[in-house]
């Protein structure tokens, strides 16, 4: 599976952004995809992904905040690409979002690591 992930920026608190990830390859539609994100000098966290096949969701519950309720992770299934729109944006949601893919959704979502990954796309949220 080749990912390719677009939509970062530079918005202001409470903003929105939507990423995008281009699926390709022959065994993505059997496939968990997600995003996770990585800020400076920190380890790199799951946010969200969803099941190809059927459109199941999971998404990060962090310990003070959960990105459910603000961002909501979507199939574009014409045209291959999961979305994640990110609304009320903060500070803390400030990283390098990367989008992954992997056969097995839960290897996903409890991991960091996962079987393809896109390149990085920057989103800087200001104060």
Same mark, same amino acid.
């Given at each position: 599976?080749? &990912?390719? =992930? @677009?939509? #970062?920026? &530079?918005?202001? *608190?409470?903003?929105?952004? /939507? &990423? +995008?990830?281009?699926? !390709?390859?022959? !065994?993505?539609?059997?496939?968990?995809?997600?995003?996770?994100?990585?800020?400076?000098? %920190?380890?790199?966290?799951?946010?969200? =992904?969803?099941?190809? @096949? $059927?459109?199941? *969701?999971?998404?990060?519950?962090?310990? *003070?905040?959960?990105? %459910? #309720?603000?961002? /909501?992770?979507?199939? $574009?299934?014409?045209?291959?690409?999961?979305?994640?729109?990110?609304? +009320?944006? %903060?500070?803390?949601?400030?990283?390098?979002?990367?989008?992954? =893919?992997?056969?097995?959704?839960?290897? &996903?979502? /409890? @991991?960091?690591?996962? =079987? +393809?990954?896109?390149? #990085?796309?920057?989103?800087?949220? @200001?104060?």
């Amino acid at each position: 599976v080749q &990912l390719q =992930a @677009s939509g #970062g920026g &530079l918005v202001q *608190t409470g903003g929105c952004l /939507t &990423l +995008s990830c281009a699926a !390709s390859g022959s !065994s993505f539609n059997r496939h968990g995809l997600g995003w996770f994100r990585q800020a400076p000098g %920190k380890e790199r966290e799951f946010v969200a =992904a969803i099941v190809w @096949s $059927d459109g199941t *969701t999971y998404y990060a519950d962090f310990d *003070t905040d959960s990105v %459910k #309720g603000r961002f /909501t992770i979507y199939r $574009d299934i014409p045209r291959r690409r999961v979305n994640l729109q990110m609304n +009320s944006l %903060k500070p803390e949601d400030t990283a390098v979002y990367y989008c992954a =893919a992997d056969p097995d959704i839960v290897h &996903l979502v /409890t @991991s960091t690591r996962a =079987a +393809s990954w896109g390149q #990085g796309t920057q989103v800087t949220v @200001s104060s």
